[in-house]
């Protein structure tokens, strides 16, 4: 719990970093909201290419970690479908008009656009997420710069900022942990894409628990293109919000099988990076649609759901075949050769003959990584331990929002963490989880 509220700790720290951002050059929106998930990009909490990644390792490069998605433009709802242009892109992908925005927000963002002159004589500012993500980290870079040359008693420390294709990832030491933040570039849009209006149409899993409302709240397009799409124009569909929501009406034992082969994925198929977590995420949905409500709310089925999950992705790669949950019509497997889907098949069919041995050997990885942990906080502790009486008042005020943020992640086990924060005060972050204010 102390690891869950040093993060959150963190978060109050990167969120005052973005409000920093948004006074160099006021491009940000002002009223921001920032989506926190826990896990990082690696772990599959959204749907982000692997390749462009750096290797973080449990218990070597960090402890806990975390995925920050920051606003860098907002649509809000216009009480209709959201229609993007997608003559461009592949299904789940889209190209950004910054047509659909007034004239200052085009001038703000007009550097980090694509200009295409058309035929009668218009120009179309197609918003870029390469460029938007190089602005982002020189302007973090920035920011850092400054923080450093004045660094504050009681902050955490900055150990590692780097660009990771689009995405910044940024490893700060709090006490004796190590946070890791995959923070990434979004649009945000209120409402929901017309490309996906025939999927609410269908009957779901979480039909009576949660309401439409809740589900269809929002979502996001990502930094990140399709097999064959131009990086520099194109975003993908993001759910990540939706998916927040859908996770309370998920089962424990569910919960808890996915975890498992979640973990046996990561080690078994790395290389090369044609599956990932975010696959499986898909795949347990479309078993929540598909399998009786009674057979996946069993207490003790962890492991029938365990073997199911693996059957499912071996069906997916030896048909080359996993739909979009949201986007059905998207395959996303679509991309895989021949070669890579039955090389990962074969890999799984090992796993599916001795499935506890595997299972053994990934629980052993991660208790190494613990142990790993723990004994550098043991050494850190003990070469860093204050006198008697330093640094007494910083202890007391973290120990009071410990404490604050303790009760907040004890009583809303699971939940997503929005940080609302204003620039002009940025002494003063707001937590909503999910639709309570603190």
Known sequence: MRCRCQGLCCVEQITWWAGMVQKLDQKLPVANEYLLLSGGVREGVVDMDLDDLNVYARGTDFDLDFTLLVPALKLHDRNQPVTLDMRHSALCHSWLSLRLFDEGTINKWKDCCNIVDHINGATNYFFSPTLVADWFYESISVVLSEVQKKPQRGMPKVEKVEKNGTIIS????????????????????????????SWLMENHFWDGKITEEEVISGFYLLPACSCKGRKENEWRLS????????????????????????????????????????????????????????????????????????????????????????????????????????????????????????????????????????????????????????????????????????????????????????????????????DKFF
């Open 239 to 434: 759910f990540a919000r939706s998916e927040v929501q859908l996770k309370k009406c998920i089962s424990s034992s569910l919960m808890q099988a996915y975890q498992a082969c979640k973990a046996l994925i990561i080690k078994l198929l790395s290389r090369p990076k044609a599956i990932s977590p975010y696959h499986l995420r898909s795949m347990m949905l479309w078993s929540c649609d598909r399998l009786p409500a009674n057979y996946l709310a069993q207490d003790d089925f962890s492991a029938h759901f365990l073997l199911g999950l693996i059957d499912d992705l071996q069906h997916c790669l030896v048909n080359k075949m996993c739909p979009n949950y949201f986007i059905p019509q998207c395959n996303m497997l679509e991309h895989l050769s021949d070669e890579t889907a039955m090389l990962h098949a074969r890999k799984l069919s090992s796993v599916r003959s001795d499935p506890a041995e595997h299972l053994r050997t990934a629980i052993e990885h991660a208790k190494a990584a613990n142990r790993l942990t723990l004994d550098l906080q043991r050494r850190g502790s003990a070469a860093s331990l204050p006198s008697p009486q330093s640094d007494l008042g910083d202890h007391q005020s973290d120990d009071r929002l410990a404490k604050k943020l303790q009760q907040l992640v004890t009583e809303n086990p699971g939940k997503s963490i929005s940080v609302f924060i204003n620039p002009d005060d940025v002494t003063r972050p707001h937590f909503r989880i999910d």
């Open 170 to 197: 940024v490893i700060l030491g709090v006490g004796s942990s190590r946070m890791l933040y995959d923070i990434v570039p979004v649009v945000s849009f209120k409402g929901w894409p017309a490309v996906a209006q």
